[in-house]
């Protein structure tokens, strides 16, 4: 009789345990634009007319983000292309002040300046979306990653770089999530 109750005793902890393990959703970012690890629409790539290598009419992906840590008061939006500049990276787009009231953009929403979020400078000096522009040759893989922090929404100043508004959310980071876009030209 006593094996029977450690037994069982035992099995419940283990129950327990796993339970705890799986009781709250995973912090997640997805659209409905294009998929993990896929090319981004043909329209998502830059307009820039001057430049040949961007191809398309820059419209903002569609974003949304589930399942925040507990605290989160505000997110942060990153876009960035780490083989841009030949390896140097680019720095395509950043938004924050995102009150955690917001869960998604709808496509096109980030291209124009908004009053939901504020803008950082990007590599091109833009303080809005600007898509790919990849030159020919192999994808270039587009990271966009949702920060969620406990700063409130209006502590930070417009115009932070990306280095910068990552220091500024030293300490305040209360989880990320992300997904990759990829882009190649000649599309």
């Known amino acids: 009789m006593l094996r029977i109750r450690q037994t ?3 099995a419940a902890g283990i ?7 799986y009781a709250a959703d ?3 970012l997805s659209s409905s634009s294009f998929k993990d690890g896929t090319l981004l629409p043909k329209k998502m790539a830059g307009d820039n ?23 989160t008061v505000s997110y942060a939006m990153i876009m ?3 083989e841009g500049r030949g390896g140097l990276g680019v720095d395509h787009w950043h938004a924050y002040g995102i009150p955690a009231s917001i869960t998604s953009f709808a496509e096109g929403d980030t291209t124009k300046p908004s009053e939901v979020w504020v803008g950082g ?3 091109a000096k833009k303080m809005t ?9 192999a994808p270039h893989h587009y990271t966009f990653v949702i920060v969620a922090t406990d700063l409130d929404a209006k502590a930070l100043p417009a115009g932070l770089t990306r280095l910068e508004l990552l220091a500024k959310l030293e300490g305040h980071v209360k989880g990320a999530a992300g997904m990759i876009g990829l882009f ?3 599309y």
Not at 49 to 71: D, F, I, M, R, Y
Request: charged share 5%; glycine share 12%; with cysteine.
């Open 8 to 10: 069982l005793a035992a």
């Open 15 to 21: 129950l327990l345990l796993c339970g705890s393990a």
């Open 26 to 28: 995973p912090f997640t």
């Open 49 to 71: 007319k001057a430049n040949p290598n961007c191809v398309g009419e820059n419209v903002s992906p569609q974003l949304s983000w589930s399942n925040p840590p507990a605290g």
């Open 80 to 82: 960035t292309d780490p």
């Open 121 to 123: 400078i990007g590599t």
């Open 129 to 137: 979306y600007m898509g790919p522009c990849t030159p020919p040759g």
């Open 184 to 186: 190649k030209n000649p």
